[in-house]
């Protein structure tokens, strides 16, 4: 029996879904009005809670802490407290699925009911120049007080930045990078477990099933990259970065609950990841890696003067390059299938033009189907250049000589 009826019926869910979600969040954000580009952006966010169906979302745990406040600098709650914006506590409030502070000292501590949280377009100084930014309110007895931004360590390349209290919650990111590290770890113990029962034998189960991707890795990334003097000790941290960036790409493309998080389509996590290969490969750099670095041999001094700063520079350009990719390859994917399905509601003028949805709905159904099995490739993809360019990195690093290298070639032979 062929597989593609079932895999046309997956897509259409997968479109629908995603199509009643984007619709419901927009209208709980903004009623009556279609906004694709804050649509897709507030999507493709992390966020203190997860969006499952109309009215309905899943809390996660807050974890809030200010240091100015002379009585309570802990505040630690389920983000569900906060009631979608129409309870502060603490002064803290949520926005848009994020938490943020009302920045004005004197507005009352504890839980206190307010009418809601609304932005608003006002010209601000934004690095010496005039800008059109929007700014949200708390509506409190008829008063609007100010909103400080989100608490991120992003300087505010993201629109964030360290305001007056730090963030230590379990957002979405959160939650699925937890769930993809257990779900590699019950899979794995299985495996282990299989291996040690057939030991000498063929390998079954769960263990036949990502023994290729073991092999794979092994004989396509590792040994040709690394060197077969030294790629076992490092297979362990490859193979780990491989299948933690797969899961949790895997779970993004999910548009239902636990999944939908767009993890390593956000620059801190895919920084995080680039400092860890930054780490492995120069605490293992051999005396060879860090001469060819600083001082090449048989180089003109003149030229080194060059060359050096270049190759310094290199060390920090590598894991940068690492990071960007991954992160824009993966946001470009969820903005593109987000955006195709935001044409159903552009196209019918958000329910007032059924023809146009109609049109709405098969161009974007059919180029979201596609994207989506696009996407599932990058998956594996990113997941498979990330560690590749790892690996090359660390096979720079632990190198040995010419003479060394030659040799191991022949004995290889």
């Known amino acids: 029996m062929s597989n593609k009826p079932i895999i046309r019926i997956a897509l259409t869910l997968f479109i629908s879904i995603l199509g009643m979600n984007l619709a419901w969040a927009n209208e709980e954000e903004t009623p009556g009005k279609y906004d694709p580009v804050g649509t897709v952006m507030n999507h493709i966010s992390d966020a203190n809670e997860f969006h499952v169906w109309k009215g ?38 949520i926005n848009h699925g994020r938490v943020n502070r009302i920045a004005d000292p004197s507005f009352p501590m504890g839980e206190v009911h307010i009418e809601g949280v609304h932005g608003k377009e006002e010209m601000q100084l934004v690095k010496g120049k005039e800008k059109e930014v929007e700014v949200f309110y708390a509506h409190y007895e008829g008063k609007e007080y100010k909103l400080e931004k989100p608490s991120t360590l992003d300087g505010g390349m993201m629109g964030g930045g360290i305001t ?4 230590f919650s379990i957002t979405k990111n959160v939650f699925t990078m937890m769930l993809a590290a257990l779900l590699l770890i019950l899979i794995f113990t299985s495996v282990r477990n299989g291996y040690r029962k057939n030991e000498g034998k063929a390998p079954s189960g769960i263990q036949s099933f990502f023994e290729p991707f073991f092999v794979f890795i092994r004989d396509e990334v590792a040994k040709p990259n690394i060197g077969l003097k030294h790629y076992e000790r490092f297979m362990p941290f490859i193979l780990t970065l491989f299948f ?23 620059l801190a996590v895919t920084f995080v990841l680039a400092v860890f290969a930054f780490i492995i490969t120069n605490i293992n750099g051999n005396r060879h890696y860090w001469q060819h670095i600083f001082w090449m041999p048989g180089i003109p001094a003149w030229v080194k003067t060059i060359l050096t700063p270049v190759e310094v520079l290199g060390l920090v350009i590598k894991p940068f390059s690492l990071m960007i990719r991954l992160f824009a390859n993966i946001s470009a994917g ?12 552009v196209f019918g003028g958000n329910g007032t033009n059924f023809g146009g949805g109609v049109v709405g709905a098969i161009v974007g159904g059919a180029f979201t189907a596609f ?24 096979g720079a690093a632990v190198e040995d000589g010419h003479h060394d290298h030659h040799d191991e070639a022949h004995h290889a032979h």
């Open 371 to 394: 994207m989506n099995l696009i996407e599932l490739l990058v998956a594996f993809l990113q997941a498979f250049v990330f560690s590749m360019l790892t690996a090359s990195y660390i």
């Open 244 to 266: 933690f960036i797969l899961f949790c790409n895997l779970l993004g493309l999910m548009p239902f609950f636990p999944g939908g998080a767009n993890v390593t389509g956000n």
């Open 164 to 167: 007056s209290f730090y963030d």
């Open 334 to 345: 969820h903005i593109i299938i987000l955006s195709l399905i935001g044409l159903i509601f």
């Open 56 to 93: 309905v979302h899943i809390p996660l745990p807050c974890f809030l802490y200010a240091p100015g406040e002379p009585t309570k600098k802990w505040t630690i709650l389920s983000s569900g407290k906060f009631e979608h914006g129409h309870k502060a506590i603490d002064r803290y409030v």
